[in-house]
């Protein structure tokens, strides 16, 4: 072999490599994501595969899941919305219990996708995003497994019935949160209604929704940096719909997810 064909070759073996080793999309790293692979949470990888929908193209949460937003375009459009939101003072907790929105999945929520369907929220939720569902014999409603690809991690999680707090259905706006920003001055009816409304409901990784509790965007935002600025989306969507507030801090860390 000529030493031309040589260097030629050993050329393109470094660019191959210089390739193969700086692209995230190569190496399936979010972008900003560190070369161990590892972000916050364990989360990899920034594409969703047709696993989740933009809540840019889901204004009633009746689509499944939640995919990222990436585009400049659709970012702008994402920061207009947010921008939208009213902001106060997170006023006090006093009073709030659980049952003031009304008893956990209620099926006779008014107002809201799928109500009076005969099947709980909880399984109305799970039906819409989960994959491989198995229902219960006799039963159309209640599932007692399937799998589930989690957005605020981008696990996918193999669920039972027999360990149901793996997979917990989160409330994007807290209730409590709620409570605080306006919603104890709601009738019965209104509370009940957010805490059932797919819109505001998201089945995710149990530990992950057990360590968001009550907190708004300033203090937790899901793991998968990639589904940030869609989660931002949510909770500003949420916001918007049932004309609530969110504190000043935490709209500057939701404009700062879609920037």
Request: glycine share 12%.
């Amino acid at each position: 072999m000529s030493g031309r064909a040589s260097r030629m070759i050993v050329g393109v073996s470094v660019a191959v490599a210089l390739l193969a080793g700086c692209d995230p999309a190569a190496t399936g790293l979010d972008a900003g994501q560190t070369g161990d692979g590892a972000v916050k949470g364990g989360a990899q990888g920034g594409g969703d595969g047709g696993r989740g929908t933009s809540p840019l193209e889901n204004p009633d949460g009746t689509g499944p899941g939640l995919a990222a937003i990436s585009s400049d375009g659709d970012r702008a459009e994402a920061r207009k919305l947010i921008d939208r939101v009213e902001t106060k003072g997170r006023g006090p907790k006093t009073g709030y219990d659980r049952d003031e929105f009304g008893y956990a999945w209620a099926d006779n929520a008014d107002g809201v996708p799928w109500a009076h369907n005969g099947c709980d929220t909880r399984n109305d939720l799970l039906k819409r995003d989960g994959q491989d569902i198995q229902y219960r014999d006799g039963s159309d409603c209640v599932i007692v497994s399937m799998t589930l690809y989690d957005p605020y991690t981008g696990k996918t999680i193999d669920w039972t019935k027999q360990k149901a707090a793996s997979v917990q259905i989160d409330h994007v706006m807290p209730l409590s949160y709620d409570w605080q920003m306006g919603a104890s001055r709601w009738s019965d009816a209104k509370r009940k209604q957010i805490a059932n409304d797919p819109l505001n409901l998201i089945p995710v990784d149990g530990p992950q929704n057990s360590a968001k509790g009550d907190s708004g965007p300033a203090t937790w935002l899901p793991p998968r940096r990639a589904v940030r600025c869609s989660y931002a989306v949510r909770f500003a969507q949420v916001a918007l719909k049932y004309d609530l507030p969110v504190t000043t801090a935490d709209k500057t860390v939701m404009l700062d997810q879609c920037a």
